[in-house]
């Protein structure tokens, strides 16, 4: 097992290095607690599947997404524009992310400012690893626990990744089970467009625990997403049911490099 | 001279009714002209297919199949009839009596064969769509916003297609019936009448000229009946058979994530990133333009064609996470709100010789608030949930645009979320410095 070491573009361009692929680690995933293990676990699969690859450390500025959804287009065009200035001054030409709203952010939103970039969403990036045969994964682990995907809004209809992630947990020999409301028409956890950073309006009840709900239908073991935000949105959510200590809630990247013979 | 009577009030009613249906178009016109120009004249041959597959071939209606094959049945059985329409017109111009019969042949008593049936599914199809809406508890007919007006609407149109059916079928079989039995009104043995056959027997206590009173009655009531039904739709959310195709063929086609960047915003932004760029050279004196909407005239043509397209059926809002909890946000009474309110400046614009003269009124705050827009949690169900390709997101953004750069007013969390973007770059007050701290906690 190789020892994990994260290089910022920075110090391996100074030495002369160019890594192939930039991984945007994006605010939760820099500093939420529970984000950070998705973070890691990402990271030890790039890093096991010999993956050349750097972060941007402190260079990395939030890709204002939120300031955006929230209506703030200048701060967003500030965030955006000082991001750019980064990325090509690296002359950065492919990313992965772990966060849906970076990657819809990067993808689709920067081109127009000056930013094009090839960009992955980490489900995408893993499935690929798989096929290559460049991550396998140890059947066993996971075998015969039921789990349900909960689609993040910005993966699912914002860009129509749908498969990428079931693509993934097939591998895993789990048993997928589909909540009444997915893909397509998968219900919100509640956070995006900004939500996340304010308390709700008022109502009869918060998204997250509707959300909660629908999958806690499915009888799951494990809930999937791939989104820190669904994450903490649905973590809170079982909590809230007391279903903590039955429940698991788990990124795709760390399914994987749980299961994997890393 | 007499006999030329029923020509002139025919040609007469339907020029009326042109007049009257050309007259509104150039209002819907007019009013959706209100809104900024953007360009969606690109991609053509993907935007054809986008129009085709959705509003000709009602790709999205399959999402429910029951309700989706009987709005299928009434949407053919729309078309359809409308080719007898144009035998209709030409009978009434011209004074004649099936005017296509003896060009078609065969084939004519096939497409009336063809066109009884479908309004016989018609009729059982706006049966159903009339108890679904009445009788059965289904939640996104019930919402506030459906009270009053759009119910009655929505109930008027069922009404009159049942009306308009049934004259349809009443006619052809007093038609059947003089064909059979009175030769003395020479009209000519034509079309085949599968449905309209079985009413044979009710004509049989008439006199041949009752009969014929009662062909000709449903003849003319079927046909003004039509020609109101086309002055009706400006007043209605029916105006989708005809708009939904301008709409899909315009609608979006970037990925639904990606929101626009606002042009007038880079500049500026470029301009404070940038100290050597001169803000008093003419390249980049750009014309201080308003951020966001608060009214239909900074909303996009596109989005104000949206209003006039939308057909209520809340598809929409039964998709909304917010409106699912309970939140007021409905992304239907959105488009709602934003056609009413297009229509009062209409019709502020008509009164006013040509001009708008200020109602102290906005489409924001005056018809939708703020605890709306702020419930949005930005997540594209209600695009993704739509039939006919409309957008209430981009309203939705618009608005949070004008509060937040125009006005400030964004919930003052958002704001502490914002201050902490701008100074630190996160939407935590963590410093940017320490961004790579988890890298230690390996
Ligand atoms: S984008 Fe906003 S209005 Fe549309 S469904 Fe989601 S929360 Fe509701
Ligand atoms: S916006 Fe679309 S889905 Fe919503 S009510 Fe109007 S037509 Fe129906």
């Not at chain 2, 209003?307 to 909304?320: F, V």
């Not at chain 2, 001009?355 to 997540?379: N, R």
Request: with cysteine; proline share 4%.
């Amino acid at each position: 097992m190789k020892k994990i070491e994260i290089h910022t573009f920075s110090e391996l361009i100074s030495q002369g290095k160019t890594p192939e692929i930039l991984f945007w680690v994006g605010c939760a995933g820099s500093f939420d607690d529970r984000a950070k293990k998705i973070t890691k676990a990402f990271a030890n699969i790039l890093t096991q599947a010999n993956v050349s690859f750097a972060v941007l450390g402190s260079e990395e500025g939030c890709t204002g997404d939120p300031a955006k959804r929230a209506g703030n287009e200048f701060l967003f065009q500030m965030q955006a524009l000082t991001n750019i200035e980064v990325l090509n001054g690296y002359n950065i030409k492919k990313i992965v992310t772990t966060c849906p709203h970076c990657f819809n952010t990067l993808k689709n939103e920067y081109p127009e400012l000056g930013g094009n970039y090839d960009v992955m969403h980490h489900t995408q990036f893993i499935k690929s690893l798989l096929k290559e045969g460049r991550v396998s994964v140890k059947g066993g682990v996971f075998k015969g626990k039921r789990i349900t995907f909960h689609d993040p809004c910005y993966l699912g209809r914002a860009n129509n990744v749908y498969e990428a992630p079931r693509d993934v947990l097939e591998k895993l020999d789990v048993e997928l089970s589909e909540m009444k409301s997915c893909k397509q028409k998968g219900l919100c956890c509640g956070a995006g467009g900004a939500q996340m950073f304010k308390d709700a309006e008022k109502g009869d009840k918060e998204i997250n625990i509707k959300r909660t709900e629908e999958a806690l239908e499915t009888k799951p073991d494990i809930i999937a997403s791939g989104c820190p935000f669904c994450n903490t949105m649905l973590s809170d959510g079982i909590k809230y049911k007391k279903k903590e200590n039955e429940i698991e809630v788990l990124d795709i990247a760390e399914l994987i490099n749980q299961a994997s013979d890393l | 001279m007499i006999s030329l009577i029923p020509n002139i009030i025919f040609i007469a009613l339907f020029s009326f009714a042109l007049y009257l249906f050309v007259k509104n178009v150039k209002k819907i016109y007019r009013n959706i002209n209100l809104g900024i120009s953007i360009d969606r004249t690109d991609n053509k041959k993907t935007r054809l297919f986008q129009m085709l597959k959705i509003a000709f071939g009602q790709s999205k209606m399959i999402d429910k199949p029951i309700v989706g094959l009987l709005h299928v049945v009434v949407y053919v059985g729309f078309l359809v009839i409308n080719i007898e329409l144009l035998e209709i017109i030409v009978d009434g111009t011209l004074g004649t009596h099936r005017v296509f019969a003896p060009f078609l042949g065969s084939f004519y008593n096939f497409l009336i064969a063809f066109f009884e049936i479908f309004a016989f599914l018609v009729i059982v199809s706006v049966i159903i769509f009339w108890i679904r809406r009445n009788m059965l508890n289904i939640k996104r007919f019930l919402s506030l916003e459906m009270k009053g007006w759009p119910k009655n609407d929505a109930n008027i149109i069922l009404y009159v297609e049942i009306v308009l059916m049934v004259l349809f079928l009443t006619m052809n079989g007093a038609d059947l019936w003089i064909q059979q039995n009175a030769p003395e009104f020479n009209y000519i043995s034509a079309g085949s009448f599968p449905v309209s056959q079985y009413l044979l027997p009710l004509f049989d206590s008439f006199s041949s000229n009752s009969v014929f009173i009662i062909e000709r009655s449903a003849w003319w009531l079927h046909i003004i009946g039509i020609l109101c039904f086309l002055n009706y739709l400006y007043y209605s959310k029916h105006l989708h058979i005809l708009l939904a195709f301008p709409n899909t063929y315009f609608a979006n086609l970037n990925a639904k994530g990606k929101f626009t960047n606002l042009k007038s915003v880079t500049n500026e932004v470029k301009m404070m990133l940038d100290p050597s760029i001169d803000p008093y050279s003419s390249t980049s004196s750009v014309e201080i333009s308003k951020f966001g909407a608060s009214d239909v005239f900074d909303l996009s043509k596109i989005q104000l064609l949206n209003a006039y397209t939308c057909t209520e059926c809340g598809r929409c809002t039964s998709e909304c996470p917010a409106n699912q909890t309970g939140k007021k946000l409905s992304p239907r009474k959105i488009m709602m709100d934003t056609r009413d309110r297009m229509e009062t400046v209409g019709k502020n614009i008509d009164n006013n010789k040509g001009k708008f003269i200020s109602d102290g009124k906005e489409l924001l705050s005056d018809y939708i608030s703020k605890e709306e827009l702020w419930a949005c949690t930005s997540c594209n169900a209600c695009v993704e949930a739509c039939p006919i390709g409309i957008d209430p997101l981009s309203i939705i953004m618009d608005m949070r645009r004008y509060l937040v750069m125009e006005k400030s007013d964004a919930p003052s969390e958002l704001n502490n979320m914002m201050s902490n973007i701008e100074n630190n770059g996160a939407p935590w007050p963590f410093n940017q410095m320490d961004k790579l701290n988890w890298k230690n906690e390996i």
